[in-house]
């Protein structure tokens, strides 16, 4: 049974997972090797993932069959477990709980080589459609505090399977940075009166010097503050905390403002690594809030330069967001 | 002129440099096509760094000449300047200053294939009486609020050098991380009264399960809450909240415990990649605080998994810390 343990100091939750390689040897095995030429992702091999939680799939097709389009299985490796009770308890001065979560991948395609640049807009749709769903589902589990939604694109960025696929992590606690991006937001709506990310938006719209892109719902640009090169968020116009309020036609807009992204990184970067994460309001929080905005933030992973960052929250970062917004507004995208 | 700008959420503070690699095709070219052969850090090519600032040297030797065995230099392309003022002014709606800091590199030996196990223990204890001087000097500069001294070793730990050295960065501001780490033992002390660095100690040294090594200053242990497999902390016995207060005794065990701890790493792990950073009290604490305890954190970086860590402050570590332990401590040291 994975463990949740809370950092004593800093008050940080980490997975102490024991489902996963743990022996020191097991460190030199690199994601290359784990792949071995077999995808337990792609058609006709639905038999080796664990049994499907849900999927868009053509009618009169059956579960765990070929036929879908999106596909969504409990992670094999899972770093929590969904079955259990909390056992929050102490351990001398430190406190700690049982992992219980839930672990969920997305099969974004049939097809081994798909990616979001290529993939048909409405294909995409769905997958933010899938994240909705399975976001519904599990926040009727009062365990679970936040729900994590992510994908890891390259083994640099992570990934550990080559086939298209993002991540569901549903947490009894909530992120650090979580935590943090709440209470900043709190504490300048409390001092302003108004949601610092819809002051951002106006800002960068008349600022237009780190403005991507945008269509009718989303902009896409650069922060003001980026951690890393090329790090880009993209951020709904309208106001909401709340990610699984947005209806079919706002992610028919997301849809196009991620492919179009993506697009503009790769011709940019030649097909980088990247991470997505999508920043969403805790589950307590029972109704859209006023003062947190719910967006996706875009890391390409450009640089070996991490270790030190990690262990101080400290970035340097060498390219402006000026910078990068400017070489990925001229992409040619014809 | 590099920039330091204050993310309008968070409240992290990044530094946008310009004076590194900036453009998209810059990040194609990796470290070992920077080395190129040539070693701007050994002996007799002193000509090839920036003026030393300091060093420990042969008696009669002129400085930027043979005959040294730790030698710090300015940091060739500074993510900080050290001239300037900070020039503080709001952007709209963020901040921002300019980057003034000051970066240097201590050159730890004058061999080119030294590394810490290998160090004979009196050029050791001297890498930390060089971090003692340049603190003790850069402090006097009220520009600044935190000094961070860290050593990245190995490029995939960020090392863009294989001859070994660490660094030294001081800011006109508080990394986060320190900023929290702060709080939370600050908060800590007020509610009971003892230093939270102090009572892990004690938990630790009775539970027995997490202590790798002890000597009669320091001990090494494995955190009960670790975000990395085998991150291991080296914590003084005594209480102090300053780096820079400890003596040329205390100094003498700190190269005894962290020869050790990297000895074991070595061992274990296969000469894993790593940083070190010693988390420190910021500056403008005058004197020794009662609820902060200085130590020394080391991350062996042994996952890619990392991209999306970064963008939650969320750790799944696969190696429980009394794993780590175990194994650090059954090594063969003979």
């Known amino acids: 049974m994975p463990e949740l343990r809370k950092d004593a100091i800093i008050g940080r939750w980490v997975i102490i997972s024991t489902n996963r390689g743990k022996r020191p040897s097991d460190f030199g095995a690199t994601i290359e090797e784990k792949r071995g030429g077999f995808c337990p992702f792609c058609e006709t091999h639905e038999a ?25 299985v409990p992670n ?16 001398g001065m430190f406190d700690k709980m049982s992992g219980i979560g839930a672990h969920e991948v997305f099969i974004e395609s049939p097809l081994h080589d798909m990616t979001i640049p290529k993939m048909a807009l409405p294909d995409l749709e769905k997958l933010f459609w899938g994240f909705r769903e399975r976001v519904l589902d599990l926040k009727k589990d009062r365990r679970f505090k936040y729900i994590m939604l992510f994908k890891n694109y390259g083994s640099a960025a992570g990934a550990s399977l080559e086939h298209p696929h993002s991540q569901l992590i549903a947490l009894p606690v909530v992120p650090l940075v979580v935590q943090q991006e709440m209470q900043g937001a709190k ?8 949601c610092v990310f819809c002051d951002i938006l106006h800002q960068e719209k008349s600022a237009g010097i780190r403005v991507i892109s945008e269509n009718d719902d989303f902009f896409a640009l650069s922060p003001y503050a980026p951690r890393f090169p090329f790090e880009t968020w993209i951020v709904p116009r309208q106001h909401s905390s709340v990610f699984e309020n947005a209806t079919n036609a706002h992610f028919a807009n997301l849809a196009k403002a991620l492919q179009d992204t993506i697009t503009r990184l790769d011709k940019v970067l030649q097909d980088p690594p990247y991470n997505f994460i999508i ?5 307590q929080e029972e109704h859209d809030v006023p003062y947190y905005h719910w967006h996706i933030e875009i890391i390409p992973k450009l640089t070996k330069v991490a270790g030190f960052e990690w262990g101080t929250g400290f970035y340097i970062n060498p390219t402006p967001p000026e910078d990068a917004t400017k070489f990925l507004r001229e992409v040619d995208l014809s």
Do not use: C, M
């Open 48 to 72: 080796t993932t664990p049994p499907e939680i849900f999927a868009y799939r053509a009618s009169g097709t059956a579960p765990n069959s070929p036929g879908w389009t999106l596909r969504v």
């Open 76 to 91: 094999k490796f899972p770093a929590l477990q969904i079955e259990g009770d909390l056992d929050k308890v102490g351990d």
């Open 187 to 194: 504490a300048y709506y409390d001092y302003k009166d108004r």
């Open 279 to 283: 920043h969403n309001a805790p589950l």
